[in-house]
């Protein structure tokens, strides 16, 4: 059973339009995060949710809003998507030390 | 604020070689430190960590410890395969200073060649 599962795996879009990328974690874990890997593999944190708490909101653009409907889900929208928004978005969840990752979304913007 | 400094890739290795990949830390309070894998296409897989000073981090071959005196948790590996071509990630977790937020590394790049 995947453990943390995110869809969709690609998403090639448009700029301009609005997407949404979902994350569902069956560990039972406290905790969600988003993370973005650049081209060059740098990973930053963009978001931290905590039982449906928002914990840390980094230094990310308003068009990118977080949603948890409950502790088993975090979703990311994106607004009005540009170019440098290309990049792989990772969902993971923890609940003491050491995250589990999701393998990752792929987005593109044309 | 807290970071994480690795040796830049890509490394690229014969199969059999050692491997040493070095990672120094700057942290307010007392971190954890680990080492996260990633195989192409995939997301990130913890490698190995370790969670005060003088411990030894260790899976699949792969070795690492805390050293608080030199801030680094260099990765070692006695022998590599072809199966370890991957991106590796060092990071620290600060829980004094950020609530469960992994900071990580740059990511090193390793190739072996057969």
């Known amino acids: 059973d995947t453990a943390v599962s995110q869809t969709p795996k690609y998403l090639v879009t448009q700029m301009g339009n609005d997407k949404s990328i979902k994350c569902e974690q069956n560990?039972?874990?406290?905790?969600m995060y988003w993370y973005k890997q650049d081209s060059k593999k740098f990973l930053k944190i963009m978001f931290s949710y905590n039982n449906k708490e928002l914990i840390i909101n980094e230094t990310v653009p308003n068009r990118f809003s977080p949603k948890s409907p409950d502790k088993a889900h975090l979703n990311l929208h994106i607004n009005s998507l540009e170019l440098g928004d290309s990049a792989v978005y990772f969902c993971?969840?923890?609940?003491?030390?050491?995250?589990?990752f999701g393998s990752g979304t792929r987005l593109t913007v044309v | 604020g807290d970071s994480v400094t690795q040796m830049e890739g890509p490394v690229t290795l014969s199969e059999e070689a050692f491997l040493t990949i070095n990672c120094t830390y700057t942290?307010?309070?007392?971190?954890?430190l680990f080492w996260y894998v990633q195989y192409p296409g995939e997301g990130l897989q913890l490698l190995l960590k370790?969670?005060?000073?003088?411990d030894k981090g260790s899976n699949k071959g792969f070795e690492a410890t805390y050293r608080k005196e030199t801030t680094s948790f260099h990765l070692e590996k006695g022998s590599v395969q072809v199966s370890d071509s991957a991106v590796y990630f060092c990071a620290l977790s600060d829980l004094e200073t950020s609530y469960d937020k992994v900071i990580f590394g740059p990511g090193t790049s390793l190739s072996v060649i057969p």
């Open positions: 942290a307010t309070g007392y971190p954890s």
């Open positions: 993971a969840s923890s609940q003491i030390y050491g995250y589990t």
């Open positions: 560990l039972g874990h406290d905790t």
């Open positions: 370790a969670t005060k000073a003088d």
